[in-house]
């Protein structure tokens, strides 16, 4: 038995016409005639002694066996492209496109991104405020931070971090309107950045569901809540990765010590074959290293974590004058 494999360009015109369905759209892409692309898969066909196509009207379908050799013809032709692609994306120079949760992208990332320059000075950035899943298999979108539940399918990814949510309110707002108690809130208007599952997390946990809410915005994304907290506007839940620094300035303040679990979690997600491309594994490396420091230097905003979801919490308010 030989392991001779069949010759190259027959099993690229294979390939582009299964993924077209169209053999004419196959000789476009490969810039070749009708005639020659039928003449190459008829020659693999004649090697392997199957069919590989049948005619449907003006298209053509795989037929078992077409469907069977696919996704090894497929992994082998991207394969060959990341590696193809890794050799001629150096680590330290090239443009890198990164897709980030708007929140996370605006009040995390962009404050650290003097290090990773620091570092890689040849490497431009294009940074996209996005969380759509679109992204994900974008071809102009290298790497993805984005929020979700990691039930993402034929991507790489890994956990970058879980957060914890709180309300957070600017010191202005709250020394004139104190909030002694969470019952201190109907006073306030509530900025939602979601469509209020986020609040009634965290209300049902400090047993306040039936509290009577006044004015609510909603905002359209946590971003856009906290910016209006930070002016004032009202009280935003805030989640100790992206309001970690604006705590930490003064900008917020959390008048509660309970927190609650988010739903989802942040990830970092790329396609696969990007993931070895140096580029993109630098960046990853950073995102990570960045993350690892914050860890290490333990400074969560928040203390108080909810243990029994069926006691009512000790509430008590924290980290800011009441001017009372």
């Given amino acids: 038995m030989t392991n001779r494999l069949p010759p190259l360009n027959p099993l690229r015109a294979f390939e582009a016409t299964a993924?077209?369905?169209s053999l004419t759209k196959a000789a476009s892409e490969l810039n070749v005639t009708h005639g020659a692309i039928s003449h190459q898969i008829k020659a693999l066909e004649h090697s392997?002694?199957?069919?590989?196509f049948e005619r449907v009207g003006q298209r053509v379908k795989l037929t078992p066996h077409g469907a069977e050799l696919l996704p090894a013809v497929s992994t082998a032709f991207d394969s060959i492209a990341a590696a193809t692609q890794r050799m001629t994306r150096p680590a330290s120079?090239?443009?890198l496109s990164v897709s980030c949760v708007p929140a996370l992208l605006l009040l995390w990332m962009t404050p650290r991104l003097g290090s990773f320059m620091a570092q890689y000075p040849d490497i431009r950035l294009t940074l996209i405020p996005s969380n759509d899943p679109k992204d994900l298999r974008a071809p102009n979108v290298d790497v993805c931070v984005h929020y979700g539940d990691g039930s993402w399918t034929d991507c790489w990814m890994r956990k970058w971090s879980g957060l914890e949510l709180f309300p957070v309110v600017s010191p202005t707002l709250i020394n004139n309107r104190p909030i002694r108690s969470v019952r201190d809130l109907a006073d306030h208007v509530f900025l939602?950045?979601?469509d209020g599952r986020e609040w009634h997390t965290w209300l049902a946990a400090a047993d306040a569901l039936d509290l009577e809410r006044g004015r609510r915005h909603h905002l359209g994304d946590a971003r856009m809540a906290t910016e209006a907290a930070v002016h004032g506007h009202g009280v935003a839940l805030g989640d100790s990765v992206t309001?970690?620094?604006?705590l930490a300035r003064g900008m917020l303040v959390a008048p509660f010590s309970l927190s609650v679990p988010a739903v989802d979690d942040f990830y970092v997600v790329c396609r696969n074959e990007m993931r070895a491309t140096p580029i993109v594994q630098v960046f990853i490396d950073w995102l990570?290293?960045?993350k690892a420091g914050d860890d290490g230097r333990a400074d969560a905003p928040v203390a108080g974590r909810i243990v029994s979801r069926r006691k009512r919490p000790a509430l008590r308010v924290i980290g800011a004058k009441t001017g009372t």
């Fill in 19 to 21: 993924r077209h369905g």
């Fill in 48 to 52: 392997l002694g199957v069919k590989l």
């Fill in 93 to 95: 120079s090239g443009t």
């Fill in 192 to 194: 939602h950045g979601d």
């Fill in 243 to 246: 309001a970690s620094a604006l």
């Fill in 288 to 290: 990570f290293a960045e």
